[in-house]
């Protein structure tokens, strides 16, 4: 299936490791043009080598916080000066903090907010200006906890519904202009931030890491984690020119972890 992405010009925040650099790999081998980003930037350069390495596709970075508005607005300027016009933005950011209500500040809640939710919010006003007549498409990642809560997690399990309210609400008023939006929500994939959390898990219960991913896999049907690039194939199929139709959804990708409709 050609998914009509060669020289497509592609912002994907968040994206010097894990599922964003899966995601950033998969469409620079479909031919697109990319802007990798994240705070590091030895991260990003040493992502950036792997990438054209792999793929042959020269590849830009952007060190950018996504907790600064001013940043992603600026970011968004330059990236799409550089690559002459956006015409898909991949919006995906750090994990917020674990935690209880009851264990959780006022500063943590102002975080988790200007992290998970404004950075999209302010990433999509930011690059609409530059999408306007070309049928952009934009993809926003959030986390299983979109279809059913997360333990620990009250941060994710309110701020990724308002990603899913903002992507419905979008996907009506950005349709005149043939800009579709979708959401898509990671189980278990692995990547380093699962390894820190399942390597917690084990200081914590005594256990190894290795028996904590072991139990971790055994609740998903497929019985193992998922790989950055599994997750990649449907995100870069969604946020190609070849879908036409499919806007305002959200699913997740989870080997069937998920128990709810
Ligand atoms: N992997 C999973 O199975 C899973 C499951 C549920 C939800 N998620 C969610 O999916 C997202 C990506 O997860 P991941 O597993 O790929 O995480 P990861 O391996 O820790 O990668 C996170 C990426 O985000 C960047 N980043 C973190 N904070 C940032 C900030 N404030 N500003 C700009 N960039 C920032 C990091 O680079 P720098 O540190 O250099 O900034 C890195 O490139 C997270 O929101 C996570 O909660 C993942």
């Not at 990798?36 to 950018?64: F, N, P, Y």
């Not at 550089?82 to 006022?106: C, H, Q």
């Not at 969604?238 to 997740?252: M, R």
Request: charge should be neutral; proline fraction near 3%.
């Amino acid at each position: 299936m050609d998914l009509k992405l060669t020289g497509k010009k592609v912002i994907v925040l968040a994206s010097s490791k894990g599922l964003g650099a899966g995601i950033a790999e998969a469409f620079a081998e479909e031919g697109a043009d990319v802007v990798i980003t994240g705070r590091s930037e030895e991260s990003l350069r040493d992502r950036a080598s792997l990438i054209e390495q792999k793929t042959g596709r020269s590849v830009l970075t952007a060190a950018v916080d996504l907790t600064h508005q001013k940043s992603i607005e600026d970011m968004i300027k330059k990236a799409a000066g550089e690559l002459g016009g956006v015409d898909i933005l991949i919006n995906n950011t750090g994990g917020p903090p674990a935690g209880s209500f009851k264990k959780l500040s006022e500063e943590d809640w102002d975080f988790a907010y200007s992290l998970t939710l404004r950075s999209y919010i302010t990433a999509v006003r930011s690059v609409l200006p530059f999408m306007k007549g070309s049928g952009g498409r934009i993809l926003n990642v959030t986390s299983s906890s979109i279809k059913q809560p997360v333990e620990d997690l009250i941060l994710s399990n309110t701020f990724r519904m308002g990603v899913l309210g903002l992507t419905k609400s979008l996907s009506k008023e950005l349709a005149e202009d043939n800009i579709l939006i979708n959401t898509v929500g990671p189980g278990r994939i692995e990547t380093e931030r699962v390894q820190q959390i399942d390597a917690k898990k084990a200081e914590k219960s005594g256990k190894t890491p290795e028996e904590v991913k072991a139990e971790s896999e055994a609740s998903i049907p497929l019985a193992r984690y998922g790989q950055p690039g599994e997750f990649a194939s449907l995100v870069v199929f969604l946020a190609s020119p070849k879908n036409t139709y499919t806007t305002g959804q959200h699913l997740v990708i989870d080997g069937g972890m998920t128990n709810a409709y």
